[in-house]
């Protein structure tokens, strides 16, 4: 199969698949080694960017996903949705910052940096696929770690977590850690495009600030 052909059938299956498709898939699919593939993901990448299509080809980690370009987000949302767009809650993003960051993590460890019980907003990024359970850390009573998805990448269109924003210091602790944490991830929530549903209760007291 010619470029020109490999890069209109990648084109398709992922416009098709409509969520990240593993590269091992891909690569089994089209009939190309990984190298060839990723050279055609990039010249995809490329080709968009420099014609300022309406579509963007993004990377998250070992797979990839079709995407609307972050530039007409306004658009899309003022065409296809009926609600306004909630951004992620201030503790919720204390959460998922500390979790990026740090993972795995267990429950405990979040709760001991924020100060406060975390479990409520944890599960909330749960249900929002923006962390996942990554096995059990081996100590008495194996407390269960977590870890960032693929939807957290997508989210915040982040190709990997090294692209995450560098945080201030590496030996703050308690508050102050918190503090660099939101600080780093503030460029990040300005893309952020998460909807809270209407009928979400409020976050408990202990959480708010």
């Given at each position: 199969m010619e470029i020109k052909e490999l890069e209109s059938a990648l084109e398709g299956v992922l416009f098709a698949a409509g969520e990240?498709?593993?590269?091992?898939?891909?690569?089994?699919g089209l009939e190309v080694d990984r190298p060839t593939l990723d050279a055609v993901a990039q010249r995809?990448?490329?080709?968009y960017s420099y014609d300022r299509r309406g579509i963007r080809l993004l990377r998250l980690d070992t797979s990839?996903?079709?995407?609307s370009a972050p530039e007409?987000?306004?658009?899309?949302?003022?065409?296809?949705?009926?609600?306004?767009?909630?951004?992620?809650?201030?503790?919720?993003?204390?959460?998922l910052s500390i979790v990026a960051y740090y993972q795995p993590v267990t429950r405990a460890y979040v709760d001991q940096v924020r100060g406060v019980d975390s479990s409520y907003t944890m599960g909330l990024l749960l249900e929002r696929e923006l962390i996942e359970e990554a096995g059990r850390l081996a100590v008495p009573g194996r407390p269960v770690q977590f870890k960032t998805t693929k939807n957290f990448l997508r989210s915040f269109g982040l190709s990997s977590l090294e692209e995450l924003p560098e945080l201030p210091s590496q030996s703050q602790e308690g508050s102050q850690m918190t503090l660099a944490l939101e600080a780093s991830l503030q460029r990040l929530r300005e893309a952020e495009t998460l909807e809270e549903p209407s009928d979400q209760p409020p976050e408990p007291p202990a959480e708010g600030t």
């Open positions: 990240p498709v593993p590269v091992e898939r891909l690569c089994l995809l990448m490329d080709k990839y996903q079709l995407c007409f987000a306004d658009y899309i949302r003022k065409t296809l949705e009926g609600r306004k767009p909630a951004r992620l809650s201030q503790p919720a993003l204390e959460v």
